[in-house]
């Protein structure tokens, strides 16, 4: 019954959603598996991979009963957020505002990060029902724009996205975020050479991070 609560709540606990954005299916069902052994708790599987849906229904099945979130990423439109809920997705992010994706999600009490930037945008996204908003993109403006925007803004829940890493991780939560997004530092890991151990070792090392801040 209360799902989009528990889902948030994950998000909130953990302080962070790992973006899985890979070239192949089956890798992104081997580097979210191996980020999860790292104690990640919720992971976005972007709609850019080939197949994202059927990654999301193994990773449900198999992590079915644990501690764990999966979302879709890139969800531009109601269409895609539909297909995505199918899936079973239990969160659905964009990176822009699109009040359609939003309206079928809280048909379905399904939990929303959709995107924004400037003070207008952030607003007119909160406005329009989403449950936390994608700071997108973050490289340019960084830790000192998401202070700038949440010094007025900061009923907002706001997830930056992008430029997050173990070394600043603490700053992004000291300029008032709710939770971060963290993505290739984690997910290419492994690479070249497909060592998913390495995967595990720095979910493990971000996570480890992100509780020295919440202590």
Avoid: C
Wanted: net charge negative; no cysteine; proline share 5%.
């Amino acid at each position: 019954m209360f799902q989009k609560l528990d889902v948030l709540e994950t998000i909130r606990d953990s302080g962070n959603v790992l973006i899985v954005r890979l070239d192949t299916a089956e890798e992104a069902f081997e580097v979210a598996s191996a980020a999860v052994a790292g104690g990640i708790r919720a992971l976005e599987i972007t709609l850019s991979i080939p197949g994202a849906l059927t990654v999301i229904e193994r990773l449900t099945e198999r992590f079915a009963g644990d501690d764990v979130v999966f979302g879709a990423g890139t969800v531009l439109d109601g269409h895609a957020a539909w297909s995505s809920i199918q899936a079973g997705a239990q969160f659905l992010v964009s990176p822009n505002l699109n009040p359609d994706m939003i309206r079928v999600a809280n048909r379905y009490q399904i939990a929303t990060i959709s995107g924004a930037y400037t003070p207008t945008e952030i607003l007119d996204t909160a406005e329009a029902g989403s449950d936390i908003v994608k700071l997108f993109p973050t490289e340019a403006g960084g830790i000192p724009y998401a202070k700038a925007v949440l010094a007025p803004l900061a009923h907002v829940p706001i997830l930056p996205a992008g430029g997050v890493t173990t070394a600043n991780v603490s700053d992004w939560f000291a300029a008032g975020v709710a939770a971060v997004g963290v993505g290739s530092a984690i997910t290419k890991a492994g690479r070249p050479d497909g060592d998913m151990g390495k995967v595990t070792a720095a979910a493990e090392e971000f996570g480890a991070a992100i509780a020295q801040v919440k202590r």
